[in-house]
């Protein structure tokens, strides 16, 4: 725990950073969709989730990379992450195997990852 904690700036900006990529969702939602779900954005509505989804993500990964020179709110930014992420790891692995071959399984393991990194710093 103490690893992460003395590094925690590095570890928020790297995070944050890769949390980032999601704006790519909110600009092209139809081939992000496809290229880490395997499926299709058919109705303007989902579209609009879509974006929204993309906006927000990219959000908390700004708000990561803040909070690594900000320390006072990095506490409530790093609970809010882990909220998001382990939603998404949640949805992920409760598709069963559907999207064990895609890249949302992937991403999923990953957020576990920023998941346990971040709690081991709020317990320490």
Do not use: Q
Not at 53 to 73: C, D, K, Q, R
Not at 74 to 96: C, E, M, P, Q, T
């Amino acid at each position: 725990m103490s690893w992460v904690v003395s590094n925690i700036v590095p570890i928020l900006i790297v995070c944050g950073a890769a949390t980032c990529s999601m704006l790519l969702f909110a600009l092209m939602p139809r081939r992000v969709s496809g290229l880490v779900f395997g499926e299709e954005i058919s109705s303007p509505a989902a579209l609009l989730v879509a974006r929204s989804w993309g906006l927000m993500i990219f959000t908390s990964g700004v708000l990561l990379v803040a909070s690594a020179y900000h320390p006072e709110i990095r506490d409530a930014v790093l609970i809010n992450a882990i909220a998001g992420k382990l939603g998404f790891v949640l949805l992920v692995f409760a598709g069963g195997g559907r999207y064990l071959a895609r890249p949302a399984f992937a991403m999923a393991l990953i957020d576990l990852v920023m998941i346990a990194l971040f709690a081991c710093y709020l317990a320490g």
